[in-house]
């Protein structure tokens, strides 16, 4: 697996996360599941120190305040997006089968709810819209660098005559990135994985060349 | 305007707001104001007590406790968008006339910011899908209605034979309101309303028919 060019491989300039789980990351992955079930407001030094029986103290000697407990929440979450979604597709060839690579690892990803509140970034990016600050910003460029992977990826596959030379790559980033987002939200309040169904059947269709 | 059979045409039953601001209203719409940017949960007696200068019995002997002013705020939320959008869409001729103008007006109350967070229920249900109870059911509820009628109104327009008779109308409600809750995504969090143009090309591609 090597830096290939594509915008999805930077995550390879990454810190990689020791597979050992340190005290750190114990209490950042606790965090990040309250952070998707109960928003990043709700993750405070003080509940974390009860839900896992430490001294708030300790808390405070890892991550300063609660905005910078948020911050090292969106990292770790962004670590296992990268672990759980992005190393798994970086050897697909590039192009259209990396594409559905990616399409696929991320519903799998939403769908396994590999943390309980479902996709942590959607969650949070909703919560914080409003807020401006290092939190949102953080959150708008991990986003930014997911939606612009897809679209590079599509823009590959056009360039290599996998898609229709005349495909707005933007464009349909901005519809199979809609159809991810959708099924989560419709799976999270509906608790139906047919809404994973519906997402993979658009995807198909829109990437299905019409000969 | 008048019931017509349709889905949309159900919100003629409830009780029409009144136009003359009442106390609650004034309160109401300072809570979903709040609630659409900080979330139900920032939603509290004691915050809006403040805000508002009243006093925290007065709000209580309105709303009782804080679910009771959830579930208020979804309610007049609702009236909200039943006014901004069903009732400036039911004079539209069923059919494909009616469902674009259901779009249209649905990306108009979004674009327009009519709850300073953007689209109350988008944030509202993505904060409480995973906390079970009344406020999450009320959200459901809502939101199920929504995406009923825009199915609704896809089954009139291929009936009519203005869409084609093999068109899947879940599938494509649920493209449509994909497309309708990114935009609101997009720009909530980067703040740019290219992402409604994007959601426009997208409903305008998926409801033209190849000829």
Redesign the interface.
């Known amino acids: 697996m090597k830096a290939d060019g594509s915008i999805l491989s930077l995550a390879l300039k990454r810190p990689a996360s020791s597979a050992r789980q340190s005290t750190r990351d114990r209490i950042l992955a606790h965090a990040a599941d309250i952070a998707?079930?109960?928003?990043l407001?709700?993750l405070t030094i003080g509940r974390l120190a009860d839900d896992l029986s430490m001294s708030k103290s300790g808390l405070i000697a890892h991550f300063g305040n609660k905005e910078g407990l948020q911050l090292a929440a969106i990292e770790f979450a962004s670590e296992v997006f990268v672990r759980e979604v992005v190393l798994n597709v970086l050897d697909a060839r590039r192009g259209i089968e990396r594409l559905n690579a990616m399409l696929d690892a991320w519903l799998h990803y939403v769908e396994r709810s590999v943390f309980?509140?479902?996709c942590f970034f959607?969650?949070a990016?909703?919560?914080m819209?409003?807020?401006p600050g290092p939190v949102k910003k953080r959150?708008?460029v991990a986003?930014?660098w997911w939606f612009d992977a897809l679209a590079d990826e599509i823009r590959f596959a056009v360039r290599a005559r996998e898609l229709p030379s005349n495909t707005d790559f933007?464009?349909l980033a901005?519809?199979l990135?809609?159809?991810a987002?959708?099924s989560n939200?419709?799976y999270?309040?509906?608790g139906d994985k047919k809404?994973f169904v519906?997402?993979r059947?658009?995807m198909a269709a829109r990437l299905t060349i019409e000969k």
Request: without cysteine.
């Open positions: 998707s079930r109960d928003g407001e709700g309980s509140g479902g959607m969650a990016s909703l919560e819209d409003g807020r959150l708008q986003t930014r933007t464009q901005f519809e990135h809609a159809f987002q959708e939200w419709g999270q309040m509906f809404w519906r997402a059947a658009s």
